[in-house]
């Protein structure tokens, strides 16, 4: 067992969080849409800028039956460039606003890494899920922030920061060491009153191709947290990279990673391609009905 001393106190699969007094249900997988607003994304950078564009593509997603809508405001591709608070409150808060107003009951994810950020947000327009890409380790303040704020938590791993993540990561055993990292923010946002977490082994933080396919390959280890299990691997370098395209071209690609994902256990897919996911979805249930 990867985590001898901590996997003891995961007595009961958590199949369900509590947002602002919404129990949302993972025992069957769920689909997380990627809304970016802002220009650098890597793959719909500043294609989500103007409004009726944004509630478009919402809209969109909401008929293909997506589960949540994450909004980022900050990209956080491999060495994108940091912009302010105020840049990143500027982006985010036109679009949540938007969202919440004409798609009241879709629940919200913000992926961001300051808890200053995810303050104003839920002040503005209530409980909203956090998507901290980098784990707690750009914000000191992040876990206990979340804690007072009594929201569910988004917990990534990363090695080094979006700026220099990609600069020769290294591991000796990538599973175990994120697993045993993992254990330890787990423990401190336990401690800060965090009640729902979900874990991501964050694919293309501070991974090269091969920590990532290791990941892919082994990532039914992570049912030892009996914790929800989120992965992101749409349109990622790991898949367009290794076939030789693009990442418009990358669908099928994403696809296949997300169906080897969810026969490993994910709960949720956060992706740009929202019917694909779902339909990888009914089809494993499909499967999975068949067995006696």
Request: charged fraction near 25%; glycine fraction near 8%; charge should be neutral.
């Amino acid at each position: 067992m990867l985590i001898t001393q901590s996997a003891g106190k995961f007595l009961k699969r958590k199949n369900s969080i509590n947002l602002g007094g919404k129990l949302i249900d993972f025992s069957e997988p769920v689909v997380m849409g990627i809304i970016n607003v802002t220009p650098d994304s890597f793959y719909d950078g500043g294609k989500l800028t103007d409004e009726n564009v944004l509630l478009s593509w919402v809209e969109k997603m909401v008929k293909e039956d997506v589960s949540f809508i994450d909004v980022g405001g900050i990209s956080t591709r491999p060495g994108a460039k940091l912009v302010s608070t105020k840049t990143e409150l500027d982006r985010l808060l036109p679009a949540v606003h938007a969202i919440r107003k004409n798609f009241p009951d879709i629940p919200l994810s913000v992926d961001t890494f300051r808890s200053w950020v995810a303050v104003r947000v839920i002040d503005e327009i209530g409980p909203i899920i956090v998507n901290d890409i980098s784990g707690g380790t750009l914000d000191s303040k992040m876990f206990e922030t979340i804690g007072k704020m009594n929201v569910p938590y988004v917990l990534t791993h990363i090695q080094g920061t979006p700026q220099n993540m990609q600069e020769e990561p290294f591991y000796e055993d990538v599973v175990k060491e994120i697993s045993n990292w993992l254990s330890e923010r787990v423990k401190k946002l336990t401690k800060c009153g965090v009640k729902d977490i979900i874990i991501d082994p964050g694919f293309g933080f501070g991974k090269n191709i091969q920590h990532n396919y290791d990941l892919l390959n082994r990532l039914d280890s992570f049912k030892v947290f009996q914790l929800p299990v989120m992965v992101g691997l749409s349109r990622k370098s790991m898949l367009w990279k290794w076939l030789g395209i693009k990442p418009e071209e990358a669908l099928n690609g994403t696809t296949i990673a997300n169906t080897m994902a969810l026969l490993g256990g994910a709960d949720i897919l956060r992706v740009h391609d929202v019917k694909e996911a779902v339909e990888a979805i009914e089809i494993l249930k499909a499967l999975k009905s068949t067995v006696v």
